[in-house]
């Protein structure tokens, strides 16, 4: 009964430091997606997923890089930190069209960049 | 472009009270979904329900309920008898579709509910 499962759940990094967020969902979903969470702003995609071997940009995509090399796993990356991307990271999934489909979420990583 | 806004940043009642968690949205589209999503201390985003543009039908789930008006583009969210368990950020979220076809979701700034015993 898994869904969603975001790894790490808590990370804090210098600035320069990369890294990388994993997401994995056991509901054979085709749609992935990425958000960061900040104050004040509700959620904003940065990159999203329609199938295995393919990646999108969203809105706020600039610093980070994704991958989805299998259809389960989608990964998020930072290649070199700086404090502005420090947010909360959520990453989701859904079976159609995140418009339109019910989109679960994972629990969330919390990102601190100093 | 699409807009949803969450005009009330945080409601506190007691428990038992009422309350309503305003949405209010804008689209250019015929055809849209809406959504709200429920966000507890735990963090996780967890789905409430999801109404597209055709269906104005009000809809009741236990103590909460539902209100799509086409007409003043809001689609209201009612808690019953609030419990202390209802604490949380709600979000209300509007499909957005982009240029290459797909579909994506645009959510509200969300809701703090803070529920007193």
């Known amino acids: 009964n898994a869904g969603v499962t975001q790894t790490p759940k808590f990370r804090v990094l210098k600035t320069g430091q990369s890294m990388t967020l994993l997401c994995a969902q056991d509901m054979n979903h085709e749609y992935m997606y990425w958000y960061r969470q900040d104050p004040g702003m509700g959620l904003r995609l940065i990159h999203y997923?329609?199938?295995?071997?393919?990646?999108a940009k969203g809105e706020v995509p600039d610093g980070y890089n994704v991958s989805r090399l299998k259809k389960q796993n989608f990964l998020l990356g930072l290649e070199s930190a700086a404090p502005s991307q420090t947010s909360v990271y959520f990453c989701a999934s859904s079976m159609t069209s995140g418009g339109r489909d019910i989109q679960y979420f994972g629990a969330g990583t919390r990102l601190s960049v100093l | 472009a699409q807009k949803v806004t969450q005009a009330q940043t945080e409601i506190s009642v007691v428990e038992k009270e009422d309350v309503t968690l305003d949405c209010v949205y804008e689209?250019?589209?015929?055809?849209?979904?809406l959504f709200w999503y429920k966000q507890p201390p735990s963090g996780e985003l967890v789905f409430l329900i999801r109404?597209?543009?055709?269906?104005?039908q009000n809809e009741i789930s236990g103590r909460y309920s539902w209100n799509f008006q086409k007409s003043t583009s809001s689609f209201n969210f009612t808690i019953t008898a609030s419990q202390v368990v209802d604490s949380a950020v709600y979000f209300c979220?509007?499909?957005?579709?982009?240029?290459?076809?797909?579909?994506?979701?645009?959510f509200g700034t969300g809701t703090r509910l803070l529920v007193s015993p």
């Open positions: 689209t250019r589209d015929t055809t849209y979904y």
């Open positions: 997923s329609v199938g295995e071997g393919t990646t």
């Open positions: 109404r597209n543009s055709f269906d104005e």
């Open positions: 979220a509007l499909s957005d579709i982009l240029q290459t076809g797909f579909q994506k979701l645009v």
